[in-house]
């Protein structure tokens, strides 16, 4: 149980934080993806804190950076934008899809016990600036504050198990949260169900993009195992219109739920962001959705619980 959270500005209480955005993504800036996707590539220090301000500007706050080590993650640079900005950032360690690393990766041949022993290092000691890139591993004052797993669509393949395992030998250790990339169909029930089995409770789970599967049913059977939630489809008209994801978000408070949702851009492209000359930028999910969610109905408690409350018992392990 803490009641401060890992940040790249330190340890931080509740007030601190404010509303946080619980998947984001401010730099992907090395490994496979950005050469084989060039829009993937967010690269610029100067960009990110453009749109950070941007989102600071709307009444954002913290903001949970999804690239776990090694997978174009680059914490050097997130510190660099939290200093500019003074918004807080949630450093991911943990383990991305296996389409973020190139071929023979070490995550894929290091023992089960060796890998436990790096990821708790970033959560105990300190992020590796190298990003575990190597040969040098020069850690610095940033613990990793949340650890990612990702499954595969519809089911997970050996190594993600593998994985699974390593990070709840992780979270028993330190206690820190963790949450799941889905590829948004039933491997999520099995990812529960073994970050359960490796000593994960469901209350420091939270699973992401389930709404690019926006049926009530199997998101309200997901929420009864105690699990969060990661809505992240608003302005990503590609997936579904907006309507989608707010009448499941209705659905779900007024089935109970209101204490398992959570929101995120997860603007990974160069094309969502407009210092890169995109759009909407990070800004958005406060000046455009949450203002439709006031005028569709939702009240300052809900909003307060889907923004503040709720990913910071996600983070903290604490009830309220
Ligand atoms: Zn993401």
Same mark, same amino acid.
């Given at each position: 149980m803490s009641l401060t959270i890992e940040t790249t500005l330190g340890p931080l209480p509740k007030e601190r934080l404010g509303r946080i955005n619980a998947h984001e993504h401010l730099f992907i800036d090395s490994g496979q993806i950005v050469v084989k996707e060039p829009d993937f590539r967010l690269d610029s220090v100067d960009c990110a804190i453009k749109d950070v301000v941007d989102w600071r500007e709307a009444g954002g706050g913290a903001i949970v950076d999804t690239m776990p080590v090694s997978s174009g993650r680059n914490v050097g640079k997130l510190i660099k934008v939290s200093e500019a900005t003074g918004i807080p950032v949630i450093v991911a360690s943990g383990f991305h899809k296996g389409a973020f690393y190139w071929p023979d990766h070490w995550r894929g041949h290091y023992s089960e016990d060796e890998l436990t022993e790096l990821i708790a290092?970033?959560? *105990?000691?300190?992020?590796? $600036?190298?990003e575990y890139q190597g040969p040098i591993v020069k850690r610095c004052r940033v613990k990793a504050g949340?650890?990612?797993?990702?499954?595969?669509?519809?089911? +997970?393949d050996d190594i993600t198990r593998r994985l699974i395992r390593v990070?709840? %030998?992780?979270?028993? #250790?330190?206690?820190?949260?963790?949450?799941?990339?889905?590829?948004?169909? $039933?491997?999520?029930?099995?990812?529960? =169900? %073994? +970050?359960?089995d490796a000593g994960v409770p469901s209350a420091r789970i939270l699973i992401c993009h389930m709404d690019r599967n926006a049926d009530y049913w199997l998101h309200r059977k997901l929420a009864r195992t105690g699990? $969060?939630? *990661? &809505?992240?489809?608003?302005? %990503?008209?590609?997936? =579904?219109?907006?309507?989608?994801?707010? #009448? $499941?978000? #209705?659905?779900?408070?007024d089935g109970g739920f209101l204490d398992r949702l959570t929101l995120g851009g997860d603007l990974a492209r160069r094309s &969502? +962001?407009?210092?890169?000359?995109?759009?909407?930028g990070y800004a958005y999910l406060l000046t455009h959705f949450t203002a439709r969610l006031r005028e569709e109905g939702f009240s300052e408690h809900e909003l307060n619980a889907i923004w503040i409350d709720n990913p910071f018992r996600w983070l903290a392990g604490t009830p309220s």
């Open positions: 290092a970033e959560v *105990e000691q300190g992020c590796d $600036l190298n949340a650890m990612k797993v990702a499954g595969n669509c519809n089911h +997970l990070i709840g %030998r992780v979270h028993q #250790r330190t206690g820190c949260p963790v949450f799941a990339h889905t590829e948004s169909g $039933l491997e999520c029930f099995e990812i529960v =169900q %073994r +970050l359960n699990v $969060l939630l *990661e &809505y992240d489809t608003p302005s %990503r008209f590609k997936y =579904q219109p907006e309507c989608v994801v707010i #009448r $499941l978000m #209705r659905e779900m408070i &969502y +962001l407009k210092s890169y000359g995109g759009g909407p």
